[in-house]
């Protein structure tokens, strides 16, 4: 992880990554890398980043110690990184306001992004109100009609939301959009792509943005148990960005266990869940080589998740690898188990997740009772739930009516 | 020499350029797609491009996307088109270049593809998604293993050390993207298409074959005077979503009205 453990020179980690872009999109890369890799060493550009994160997003995020959940659980001590706290609800700003940055000094008037949950398309328009960039986003079809209280607030931030009717009408299909917008304004344009996903240099691009989360967290930790490194540090993955913000920082410190949460959605067939590492195989989708859900053939396969970040069919390339070399494990929560665990957190200590991040509390839940209470859990709270409301309403009414008719 | 070779070597020797034609494989359905084939010939066309469909296709416009919906609703999957083209070339000489993205090659294992695909009679493989970076080294050594030309794009963007690498490791034709953007057919060429096109010519040492937005006989024309090729996709493929399995006739006429121009700019053709 971070500088030393990847990517090679050619975007690869391990055997995942590269650049499976059309032609029209391999010299905005490398201006892109270019930009990027000169920003990043530039004081000025790094003191910008950090003065927007602190005096506009709010961080550093907090630390909170669950204690009278841990209590009722009975075992390890569960810490929760506050992402939810961050300006405009998750921790995408941490990004999104660093390739807007970027985009301005490459001297891009217009950025675009992909959004499945919202969050990202949220963060994306935000950075581009700030900077004076016009902004499109990208969200399929049915994640706007799930994720509504996000469309809105895109909209009200001055950004332009372009529904996409195609496929499943979810995140894949919105990155398909996003990148066929790209391929024909490159000039202007610049695509903040939203996750630890696409051709290099995005992957390490957007987990470079998010250390802040892991960097946060360990000084925390010191300061609130004395201790530097959690026994487990847990976070749910779509394309992985808020699991690699948090995970990074524990690079070199293999007695840290990594947990990642994938969607179990309703069910272990192919179309039920999100789960690449129990059904994908290497694919290439999105300019990048990973782990993919498909059939057969190599045609991508839709996906199933109650939460709309979460149902995406590859992951990221560096994710991939750390599942190889065995350094992050992972596991699933289903809908129901998100679902109740939203309730969870929401009552036990009256916070509302993100149902992204409510994957990655079902498994802390898990746990927590078969450790000692002397062990700690930090798990990455990489979203507020508000704009899952409408879900979680939905679903709880749909399991009453499906119990009901059981009972009659 | 290999038959896209001697399809572009005759055109040259009529002083023309070549008509590619490009439809989707299985669009309604495969046994249409011969029936399709046997249209497009009639018409003129001397290279045929045939389209893979693929569940995600990110560098085609709304024509051809939903092309690939109909294909693959009808079934069609890669096994499937080289069935098709293994067919074709029962009946016919013509070359064909198969249209795809990479993840259904690569799921099939690249090395099998290209010995797959030899033995139908593919004469060479351009996959959109796959630029010299990554086609090098197993993709374009398996295609060469089996003599299959690797076709590579360029585009408006393209660098000149992209421009040469590209004429290094290409075979057959290099595919020039007209604009940056997507597949579809457009109103207006791109004001610079036909100054780029002569200047990147003279640079390649491989026929030139233009695309991407091409769809009347007066940009088929203009086109057609700087270029070694032209390549008209969408414009045929809508044609297909208006008649489905009745489209051969409308295809054989369009694909007649689209190349005529080709077959009288003799005069004006541009000498590299």
């Known amino acids: 992880m971070a500088d030393k453990a990847g990517p090679d020179k050619d975007g690869y980690f ?41 005096d506009y997003a709010g961080r550093p995020t907090p630390l909170y110690h669950a204690k009278r959940l841990s209590a009722e659980l009975g075992g390890a001590q569960i810490y929760l990184k506050r992402e939810d706290l961050l300006h405009t609800g998750a921790h995408k700003l941490n ?44 969200m399929g079809e049915e994640d706007m009609r799930r994720q509504r209280p996000n469309v809105h607030r895109m909209r009200l931030l001055g950004a332009e939301v372009a529904a996409v009717d195609s496929g499943s009408r979810t995140l894949k299909d919105a990155i398909n959009e996003a990148l066929r917008d790209w391929v ?41 148990t004395g201790r530097r490194w959690p026994d487990l540090a847990i976070a749910c993955v779509g394309g992985g960005s808020n699991a690699l913000g948090l995970f990074s920082a524990f690079s070199a410190r293999p007695e840290v266990r990594l947990i990642g949460v994938e969607a179990g959605g309703t069910g272990t067939g192919l179309g039920q869940h999100a789960a690449r590492f129990q059904g994908g195989r290497l694919g290439v989708l999105h300019g990048t080589r990973t782990y993919v859900l498909q059939d057969d053939e190599g045609q991508i396969a839709t996906t199933h998740s109650v939460s709309a970040g979460l149902d995406y069919p590859a992951i990221g390339p560096e994710l991939a690898l750390l599942h190889d070399l065995g350094r992050v494990e992972y596991t699933t929560a289903s809908d129901a188990e998100a ?38 859990i930090l798990v990455n709270l990489s979203g507020r739930g508000d704009k899952d409301l409408e879900s979680v309403r939905e679903y709880d009414l749909a399991t009453a009516t499906a119990a009901e008719a059981e009972e009659e | 020499m290999n038959r896209i070779d001697e399809a572009f070597a005759r055109c040259a020797s009529e002083k023309r350029a070549a008509f590619v034609a490009f439809i989707m494989a299985g669009d309604p359905d495969l046994t249409t797609t011969l029936v399709l084939i046997e249209a497009l010939l009639e018409g003129g066309a001397d290279v045929i ?8 296709p990110i560098a085609d416009g709304p024509v051809n996307q939903r ?15 080289l069935d098709l083209v293994a067919r074709a070339r029962r009946r016919w000489q013509v070359p064909i270049v198969l249209f795809s993205y990479f993840n259904p090659i690569l799921a099939q ?71 940056t953007g997507v597949t579809g057919d457009r109103a207006e060429l791109a004001p610079e298409l036909i100054r780029e096109t002569k200047a990147l010519r003279r640079r390649l040492h491989h026929p030139l074959a233009v695309g991407f937005g091409i769809s009347t006989p007066d940009q088929v024309a203009a086109v057609g005077a700087v270029a070694d090729g032209v390549v008209v996709g969408s414009a045929l493929v809508r044609l297909i979503e208006e008649h489905g399995g009745a489209a051969a006739g409308p295809l054989a006429t369009a694909v007649r009205e689209l190349s005529e121009p080709l077959r009288q700019k003799k005069k004006g053709w541009f000498r590299r």
Request: charged fraction near 20%; proline fraction near 5%; hydrophobic fraction near 45%.
């Open chain 1, 14 to 54: 391990g055997e995942y990554g590269g650049q499976y872009v059309p032609e029209t999109l391999m010299a905005p890369l490398a201006e892109l890398t270019r930009a990027y890799d000169k920003a990043r060493k530039r004081r000025a550009f790094q003191r910008e980043l950090q003065t927007l994160l602190a």
């Open chain 1, 95 to 138: 990004n999104a306001l660093g390739q807007a940055l970027l985009a301005r000094g490459m001297g891009k008037a217009r950025v675009i992004a992909e959004t499945g949950a919202g969050q990202h398309g949220v963060a994306t328009a935000t950075a581009a109100a700030l900077l004076g960039l016009e902004c499109t986003v990208y």
């Open chain 1, 184 to 224: 024909t304004h490159v000039r202007h344009t610049h695509y903040i792509l939203g996750s630890v996903l696409g051709p290099e240099p995005y992957p390490r691009m957007v987990r470079d943005f998010h250390l802040v989360i892991g960097q946060e967290a360990t000084r925390q930790l010191k300061r609130l």
């Open chain 1, 339 to 376: 679902v109740a665990a939203f309730h969870t957190l929401a009552r036990g200590e009256g916070i509302l997740p993100a149902l992204e991040s409510a994957h990655a509390l079902a498994e802390a839940f898990r746990r927590a009772p078969n450790l000692a209470p002397d062990r700690l």
């Open chain 2, 49 to 56: 491009e045939l389209g893979v469909p693929f569940s995600d």
């Open chain 2, 67 to 81: 092309s690939a919906v109909r294909a693959l609703t009808s079934g069609t999957r890669l096994a499937g088109v």
């Open chain 2, 109 to 179: 294992g690249v090395g099998e593809f290209a010995a797959r695909a030899a033995a139908s009679g593919v004469d060479g493989v351009l996959c959109l998604d796959l630029p010299p970076e990554e086609a090098v080294p197993e993709f374009v050594d398996a295609l060469a293993a089996e003599q299959l030309a690797p076709i590579f794009l360029l585009a408006p963007t393209s660098t000149k050390s992209r421009i040469r690498r590209v004429d290094e490791l290409a075979q057959g034709f290099v595919y020039y993207v007209s604009r």
